[in-house]
């Protein structure tokens, strides 16, 4: 590692139809070999597929309240309440007010969904 200060600019914002996610730090962004950070911001009502990761992540809710799903149970959650994923736990977080969270985790980390018959990979926003 060379670098350990991540430049505004050089952060990378990806947009799906569920939310939009700006990657703080990752490993192809060379600041780090094995973390990533990123922040998720949720319109209301917006809500991730049902999806498994191959490893933990944990979350933090810094503004607006969220439905999280993991297995069969969900709870809410709103701005400074932090939660923990754990790795193979099928999960679902869906904003129920205007949402923005950080989140970390392992920059390889593989995810799938179920039903698919092949993982989808590492998600732009992580690697």
Do not use: K, Y
């Amino acid at each position: 590692m060379t670098e350990f200060a991540v430049r505004g600019a050089t952060m990378r914002r990806t947009e799906t139809p569920n939310a939009v996610m700006t990657t703080v730090a990752s490993p192809t962004q060379g600041a780090t070999d094995q973390l990533s950070v990123w922040r998720v911001e949720m319109r209301p009502g917006q809500r991730g597929p049902r999806h498994v990761v191959d490893s933990e992540q944990i979350w933090h809710v810094l503004a607006g309240e969220a439905d999280v799903a993991v297995g069969d149970r969900t709870i809410r959650l709103q701005a400074g309440d932090a939660f923990v994923l754990p790795a193979m736990a099928e999960r679902q977080i869906s904003a129920v007010t205007a949402l923005q969270v950080v989140a970390c985790g392992l920059g390889g980390a593989v995810v799938s969904v179920p039903g698919e018959e092949a993982p989808r990979g590492t998600p732009a926003w992580i690697s």
